[in-house]
């Protein structure tokens, strides 16, 4: 589906390649200066005879802190979920009064983001650019008042007027405090995600070349996105796309469109990405239940061959003391909620900047699941006209009707045309992320993976926003894995899945493989290779497993509370939606799959949830070579 993109973005990849090159082997590549993590001088404080604070960096909520509303919320519900906050954000908390400043040295295309995030009572914020010669040009003024649902839109102003010039940026925030304010209690505003953003010069990666003369083993970025559909990326049909800078990563890279996970939950499915076993054999069912000390990961075995390794987790029910993928990751970003795409990338982006080649970054996204808060103006059905990279956003166009949607399902905070608007946002975050590596000469050895631990509902099955069940919906994930070297792009077409991924990033690398159940997609797909003949998934909390064709799918449920005990049958060929239950009617592919999905379920190579391993006997293992699935 993305090949009539391949020539036109190809060329568009090569012009800026070609860009950020200058004589001498240096580049100009992206860089960020956080202001919120930089000490600022103090201009003005309109209260000196008073005691109070003037800055400090915190971490806020791209929106508000509790995004429902409460009184459609039923009690025994917010036991359950007791609280839905917007994705955090690093943030600087402003008192009012006062005007802070940083003096810094600009590059090319240089601007500044910020986002006004809200005043805890009525204020106007400021911000602006004093030139060497003293004058001052204001570039933002907006009131701003409590935090909404939906954050307004960050502000990209654009400084190319004083480019390569120091220059002093200023941020200020006018309002009334009242005589009786405390240090405690004095009247602030919040600027979320303060960052210039301009391009220098870089000599890191000609260095690094000079000294080892070498082909040195390829860095790997590991793209781990929550919630996101396989359909929820690229064309849409009678739709634009939602991802102009996914499409354009697709475009160089190698497409698998038959990917599916091994498991329908955050925790259990990234577990099988980084160690390549199915739920069965990792033990791992649930949000609670941490990986096995006796598991190797994937992290693990880069970082004994000298990798430096990073991760990024923005859920806090992902991290570490929960799931134990954090072992093997030298460097562990933890939420204490749950991360936007701003501020995980731009975690990711910082360590990049520092880390040593080889690299291993995992970077998990969050923002497709609930609640949906995309800031402004995605909630409002808007997205970058075109893939910025890391430069600014020039123009905006519609994915959508325009206009504000509120959320339909206020337990979790959802909404459909919200779901979209949150990949349409995160999409932004990769595409910056993927230009300033680029800009660094990162990518000519870095293999970059982009996959999703699950999909989602959303209404399917009369079911809103909970990936349960193993259909379709829950089960089928993006997947594409991009190649450095001038490797030949292409769709690969058959049946893969993401625990496929371990074996073939450390065939890559040159690394044996320990026991796993995935197969290197090089021999899966590709000249006289379809893929699997079928794929397996389990559910969450050990209730149900599903094999399935490129044509027919078997499941079963057991003790979901959600969706009736028993087996299901469907043609997907007839019924792509999944709402003809064929079990019971004779069908030669019922006793075929149940069969198959039985015997896959028994061979266990390590105990599961208290089970005993239950490998197959020789004459259920020469069945199943017999049918073509092992």
Not at 47 to 57: K, Y
Not at 184 to 199: E, K
Request: charge should be negative.
């Amino acid at each position: 589906m993305y090949r009539r993109y391949l020539l036109a973005i190809g060329i568009t990849l090569s012009a800026i390649a070609l860009a950020h090159c200058r004589p001498g082997g240096t580049r100009l590549a992206w860089h960020r200066f956080e202001l919120w993590s930089l000490p600022p001088q103090i201009e003005i404080r309109a209260f000196p005879g008073r005691n109070h604070p003037l800055s400090r960096p915190v971490v806020s909520f791209l929106g508000a802190e509790e995004v429902r509303n409460l009184e459609l919320v039923p009690a025994k519900q917010l036991e359950a979920f007791p609280k839905r906050p917007a994705g955090q954000v690093n943030a600087l908390k402003q008192t009012l009064g006062s005007r802070l400043k940083w003096s810094l040295q600009l590059g090319e295309q240089p601007y500044l983001s910020l986002t006004p995030l809200s005043c805890s009572r009525p204020c106007t914020l400021r911000a602006g650019v004093r030139a060497a010669s003293g004058e001052i040009t204001e570039l933002f003024h907006q009131p701003s008042g409590p935090a909404s649902v939906f954050a307004p839109a960050a502000a990209e102003l654009d400084l190319a007027r004083w480019r390569n010039q120091e220059v002093d940026l200023l941020m200020q925030v006018d309002g009334e405090v009242p005589a009786d304010a405390t240090p405690a209690l004095w009247p602030y505003a919040l600027w979320g995600s303060p960052t210039v953003y301009t391009r220098i010069k870089s000599h890191r990666f000609t260095e690094e070349a000079k000294s080892d003369p070498g082909k040195p083993p390829p860095n790997i970025l590991l793209l781990g996105i929550d919630t996101l559909r396989a359909d929820a990326i690229g064309p849409r049909p009678g739709k634009v796309s939602l991802t102009p800078s996914i499409d354009r990563l697709a475009s160089i890279s190698d497409v698998y469109p038959d990917a599916f996970t091994a498991l329908n939950v955050t925790n259990p499915s990234f577990a099988s990405i980084l160690t390549g076993l199915y739920g069965k054999n990792h033990g791992v069912y649930d949000l609670l239940t941490p990986l096995a000390p006796a598991q190797v990961t994937l992290a693990q075995l880069l970082a004994a061959r000298g990798y430096d390794t990073f991760a990024v987790i923005s859920a806090r029910h992902l991290g570490d003391h929960n799931s134990g993928l954090g072992r093997g990751f030298g460097t562990v970003v933890e939420a204490s909620e749950h991360l936007s795409a701003e501020m995980a990338t731009g975690a990711a982006w910082d360590w990049l900047e520092k880390a040593h080649a080889p690299f291993f970054a995992w970077v998990h996204l969050f923002d497709p699941h609930t609640p949906h808060t995309p800031p402004q103006p995605y909630a409002s059905g808007q997205r970058p006209a075109t893939a910025s990279g890391a430069g600014r956003v020039l123009g905006w166009s519609p994915f959508r009707e325009l206009g504000p949607r509120a959320f339909d399902e206020p337990v979790l905070g959802g909404q459909r045309d919200l779901y979209d608007g949150e990949v349409a946002y995160l999409d932004r975050e990769v595409g910056r992320l993927l230009d300033a590596m680029d800009s660094h000469g990162m990518l000519e050895n870095t293999i970059i993976v982009l996959v999703a631990d699950h999909g989602e509902n959303l209404g399917e099955h009369g079911i809103l926003y909970r990936h349960v069940g193993l259909w379709d919906t829950t089960t089928h994930v993006p997947m594409i894995v991009h190649w450095p070297g001038g490797r030949a792009p292409g769709v690969r077409r058959g049946l893969v899945q993401s625990i496929d991924l371990f074996p073939t990033l450390l065939a890559a690398v040159g690394i044996a493989a320990p026991q796993n159940d995935g197969t290197a997609l090089s021999e899966l797909v590709g000249e006289n290779r379809h893929g699997r003949r079928v794929v397996f998934s389990e559910h969450s909390g050990a209730t149900g497993a599903m094999v399935r064709s490129e044509r027919y799918k078997y499941m079963t449920s057991a003790g979901n509370p959600m969706i009736p005990d028993g087996e299901y049958l469907y043609d997907l060929q007839a019924d792509p939606g999944e709402s003809q239950n064929l079990v019971g009617k004779g069908m030669a592919e019922e006793k075929e799959l149940s069969t198959v999905l039985g015997l896959w379920l028994r061979d266990r190579r390590a105990p599961a949830h208290g089970a005993s391993p239950q490998p197959l006997s020789e004459d259920d293992r020469a069945r199943l070579h017999a049918l073509g699935y092992l």
